[in-house]
T-cell receptor, first 113, second 112 residues
Framework: DAKTTQPPSMDCAEGRAANLPCNHSTISGNEYVYWYRQIHSQGPQYIIHGLKNNETNEMASLIITEDRKSSTLILPHATLRDTAVYYCIVRPSSGGGADGLTFGKGTHLIIQP | ETGVTQTPRHLVMGMTNKKSLKCEQHLGHNAMYWYKQSAKKPLELMFVYSLEERVENNSVPSRFSPECPNSSHLFLHLHTLQPEDSALYLC???????????FGPGTRLLVL
């Protein structure tokens, strides 16, 4: 699986958009970009994933660069409950070998009141 | 609520005890997973089951023994654990092993 690089921490003001970057310069053509978040001591929560096109759901938007070497997760109107560790993960579209997710250290996003 | 439940939520056990962690998914998924999250460390994959067969054992010590009796249930049997095995144990499931994984709330385990 390709390696991802994320900033260890970020601050964002409540009500503003939170933009979380992720670099995945060694991503392969069949690898998806997944985003999860983990609120303290809870299980990771799936947010969104994409392959090439930008994606949006009720939680967030995912912007993937044209060369697919980086992406940005956007929380449009951050609330205090969005404070969590956010993980960017790349994984193949089909299994083969390890089918689990490889988690890094993620970005600790802190929403400031 | 993700449709994946885990019991117990908290467990304290001695090194000579035998205990089991239970995971149940109500999503009709065919793949289930155990992960371990030690303090200040990333989540680590332990086991993968697909259609009730173990397809991945990520070099986990034999004191951890998984069991998948059917596609809805997954157990992790624990025996003669060490204090360093204290961690958050997380279960996840997915429609198949290439699809999005959904996690349970975890079991916080303390080994004394």
């Amino acid at each position: 699986d390709a390696k991802t690089t994320q900033p260890p921490s970020m601050d964002c003001a409540e009500g503003r958009a939170a933009n979380l970057p992720c670099n995945h310069s060694t991503i392969s053509g069949n690898e998806y970009v997944y985003w999860y978040r983990q609120i303290h001591s809870q299980g990771p929560q799936y947010i969104i994933h994409g392959l090439k096109n930008n994606e949006t759901n009720e939680m967030a938007s995912l912007i993937i660069t044209e060369d697919r070497k980086s992406s940005t997760l956007i929380l449009p109107h951050a609330t205090l409950r969005d404070t969590a560790v956010y993980y960017c993960i790349v994984r193949p579209s089909s299994g083969g070998g390890a089918d689990g997710l490889t988690f890094g250290k993620g970005t600790h996003l802190i929403i400031q009141p | 609520e993700t449709g994946v439940t885990q019991t117990p939520r908290h467990l304290v056990m001695g090194m000579t005890n035998k205990k089991s962690l239970k995971c149940e998914q109500h999503l009709g998924h065919n793949a289930m997973y155990w992960y371990k999250q030690s303090a200040k460390k990333p989540l680590e994959l332990m086991f993968v089951y697909s259609l009730e067969e173990r397809v991945e054992n990520n070099s986990v010590p034999s004191r951890f023994s998984p069991e998948c009796p059917n596609s809805s249930h997954l157990f992790l049997h624990l025996h003669t654990l060490q204090p360093e095995d204290s961690a958050l144990y997380l279960c996840a499931s997915s429609r198949d092993s290439s699809e999005t994984q959904y996690f349970g709330p975890g079991t916080r385990l303390l080994v004394l």
